[in-house]
C-alpha cells in the first residue's frame, strides 16, 4: 500500500476588475497588438485599493472546501505559495486560517515566485506523504500589481492579481501510476540567475521595491527548463507523452506553452490555457488554470495532468498527477 495526494476540492477566485490591454494605450507606449502576439495576454484582473492576498486567497479556499463538501476544521494544515504575502508577517496562510475560522492544525506560506504552488504541491504532498497531515489546503495567490512599475511597458502588461486553491487527501493508493493523486515530483533552482527576474526592493533594504525582469533572457531558459522538468517528472511517474491528458503550465506566456508543449510532443488541444484571460498571475497561475479547466470540462476524474512553472530565483519545477 502506498499512500497518495489525492485532490479532493478546488477553487479560485478573481478580483472583479478587469484591465484590457487597451487601458495600457492611454499610458504606455504600447498596443493591444503588441501585448497579444507577444504574450497571449489579453486582459487581466487587478484587486481593488484595500484588497489583499490573503483575501484572494480566502476567497479561493472557501470555494475549494464548498467543493470537497468540508469545513475548516477539517483541515489540518494550509501551505499558501505567495511572493505579495499582505504583510512581512505573520504568513498570509495564517490570515487565511483565522479567515476561514479554522482553529487546529497550521498554515506557512512557501515562496518560490512563479514556482511557488509547484513548490508547495510538493511541500504539501511530502507532508502527507510523511503522516504528519491527512488533509492540507494548498493555495496559490498573487497581487502582483502592487510590485509593478507602471511605467515600465515591458513588464506592467504581463501580470495580473488571482488566486486557486486545492484539497489534497492522504488516501491509499496501489503505488503504481493508476493510483488517483500525485504520481511525481521534480524541483529545480539556479540561483545564477537571480537577476535576470527579481523585484529590486525588499523588507531588508526597507522598501517594496518593482519587479524587474530581462524578458527575452528568461524565455529563453523557460522552454528548455519547463520541457525538461516536465520530462523528468513524467519519468519519475512511468507516464509517456502519449498518456498525458492535460498539461496545466504556468501561464506567462502563450509562445512559451506552445514552445513547451511542442517540445513534449503534445498537441495544444492537450494544454489548459487561460493566459489571455488572467495574464501572469504568478504562483496563482497554475491552480487558476486547473479550476477553471476542470469548470470548462477539461479535465475530468482519472486524467493525467502535468502541471509546470518557472519564475524568478530561477526556480522552477513540474508535477505529475492523476485527477
Ligand atoms: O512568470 C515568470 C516567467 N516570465 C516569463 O516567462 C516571461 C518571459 N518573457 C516573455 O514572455 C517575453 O520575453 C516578453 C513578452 C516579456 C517580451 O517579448 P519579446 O518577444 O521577448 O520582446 P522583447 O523583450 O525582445 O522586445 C521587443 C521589442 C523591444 O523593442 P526594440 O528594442 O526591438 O525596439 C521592446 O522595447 O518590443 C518592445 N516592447 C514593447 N513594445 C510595445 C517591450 N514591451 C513592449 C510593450 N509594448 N509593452
Request: aromatic share 6%.
Given at each position: 500500500?502506498?499512500?497518495?495526494?489525492?485532490?479532493?476540492?478546488?477553487?479560485?477566485?478573481?478580483?472583479?476588475?478587469?484591465?484590457?490591454n487597451?487601458?495600457?494605450?492611454?499610458?504606455?507606449?504600447?498596443?493591444?497588438?503588441?501585448?497579444?502576439?507577444?504574450?497571449?495576454?489579453?486582459?487581466?484582473?487587478?484587486?481593488?485599493?484595500?484588497?489583499?492576498?490573503?483575501?484572494?486567497a480566502?476567497?479561493?479556499?472557501?470555494?475549494?472546501?464548498?467543493?470537497?463538501?468540508?469545513g475548516?476544521?477539517?483541515?489540518?494544515?494550509i501551505?499558501?505559495a505567495?511572493?505579495?504575502?499582505?504583510?512581512?508577517?505573520?504568513?498570509?496562510?495564517?490570515?487565511?486560517?483565522?479567515?476561514?475560522?479554522?482553529?487546529?492544525?497550521?498554515?506557512?506560506?512557501?515562496?518560490a515566485v512563479?514556482?511557488?504552488?509547484?513548490?508547495?504541491?510538493?511541500?504539501?504532498?511530502a507532508?502527507?506523504?510523511?503522516?504528519?497531515?491527512?488533509?492540507?489546503?494548498?493555495?496559490?495567490?498573487?497581487?502582483?500589481?502592487?510590485?509593478?512599475?507602471?511605467?515600465?511597458?515591458?513588464?506592467c502588461?504581463?501580470?495580473?492579481?488571482?488566486?486557486?486553491?486545492?484539497?489534497?487527501?492522504?488516501?491509499?493508493?496501489?503505488?503504481?501510476?493508476?493510483?488517483?493523486?500525485?504520481?511525481?515530483?521534480?524541483?529545480?533552482?539556479?540561483?545564477?540567475?537571480?537577476?535576470?527576474?527579481?523585484?529590486d526592493?525588499?523588507?531588508?533594504?526597507?522598501?517594496?521595491?518593482?519587479?524587474?525582469?530581462?524578458?527575452?533572457?528568461v524565455f529563453?531558459?523557460?522552454?528548455?527548463?519547463?520541457?525538461?522538468?516536465?520530462?523528468?517528472?513524467?519519468?519519475?511517474?512511468?507516464?509517456?507523452?502519449?498518456?498525458?491528458?492535460?498539461?496545466?503550465?504556468?501561464?506567462a506566456?502563450?509562445?512559451?506553452?506552445?514552445?513547451?508543449?511542442?517540445k513534449?510532443?503534445?498537441?495544444?488541444?492537450?494544454?489548459?490555457?487561460?493566459?489571455q484571460?488572467?495574464?501572469?498571475?504568478?504562483?496563482?497561475?497554475?491552480?487558476?488554470?486547473?479550476?477553471?479547466?476542470?469548470?470548462?470540462?477539461?479535465?475530468?476524474?482519472?486524467?493525467?495532468?502535468?502541471?509546470?512553472?518557472?519564475?524568478?530565483?530561477?526556480?522552477?519545477?513540474?508535477?505529475?498527477?492523476?485527477?
Amino acid at each position: 500500500m502506498t499512500t497518495r495526494s489525492v485532490v479532493i476540492g478546488l477553487g479560485h477566485y478573481l478580483p472583479e476588475r478587469v484591465v484590457p490591454n487597451s487601458e495600457f494605450e492611454a499610458t504606455l507606449d504600447t498596443s493591444d497588438e503588441w501585448i497579444k502576439s507577444r504574450s497571449g495576454i489579453e486582459r487581466r484582473h487587478f484587486a481593488a485599493e484595500g484588497e489583499t492576498t490573503s483575501n484572494l486567497a480566502t476567497n479561493a479556499a472557501r470555494k475549494a472546501l464548498a467543493d470537497a463538501g468540508l469545513g475548516p476544521n477539517d483541515l489540518d494544515a494550509i501551505v499558501l505559495a505567495t511572493s505579495t504575502a499582505d504583510l512581512t508577517f505573520p504568513s498570509a496562510a495564517t490570515m487565511v486560517q483565522s479567515a476561514l475560522g479554522m482553529t487546529r492544525g497550521f498554515a506557512f506560506d512557501v515562496q518560490a515566485v512563479c514556482a511557488g504552488f509547484i513548490y508547495a504541491l510538493s511541500t504539501a504532498n511530502a507532508l502527507l506523504l510523511a503522516g504528519q497531515a491527512k488533509r492540507i489546503m494548498v493555495i496559490g495567490a498573487e497581487t502582483f500589481s502592487r510590485i509593478m512599475d507602471w511605467n515600465d511597458r515591458s513588464t506592467c502588461v504581463l501580470f495580473g492579481d488571482g488566486a486557486g486553491a486545492v484539497i489534497l487527501e492522504a488516501q491509499d493508493g496501489t503505488g503504481d501510476k493508476s493510483d488517483r493523486g500525485i504520481l511525481s515530483v521534480d524541483l529545480n533552482s539556479d540561483g545564477q540567475h537571480r537577476d535576470i527576474l527579481y523585484v529590486d526592493g525588499g523588507i531588508s533594504t526597507q522598501t517594496t521595491g518593482f519587479l524587474r525582469m530581462q524578458g527575452k533572457e528568461v524565455f529563453r531558459h523557460a522552454v528548455e527548463k519547463l520541457a525538461k522538468t516536465a520530462t523528468t517528472a513524467m519519468d519519475k511517474a512511468d507516464i509517456a507523452s502519449d498518456e498525458v491528458d492535460w498539461i496545466v503550465p504556468h501561464q506567462a506566456n502563450i509562445r512559451i506553452i506552445q514552445g513547451t508543449a511542442k517540445k513534449l510532443g503534445l498537441s495544444m488541444d492537450h494544454v489548459v490555457v487561460t493566459v489571455q484571460d488572467h495574464g501572469n498571475t504568478s504562483a496563482a497561475s497554475i491552480p487558476l488554470a486547473l479550476s477553471v479547466g476542470v469548470e470548462r470540462g477539461q479535465i475530468k476524474r482519472g486524467d493525467v495532468v502535468v502541471t509546470e512553472a518557472i519564475g524568478g530565483g530561477l526556480a522552477w519545477g513540474a508535477v505529475v498527477l492523476r485527477w
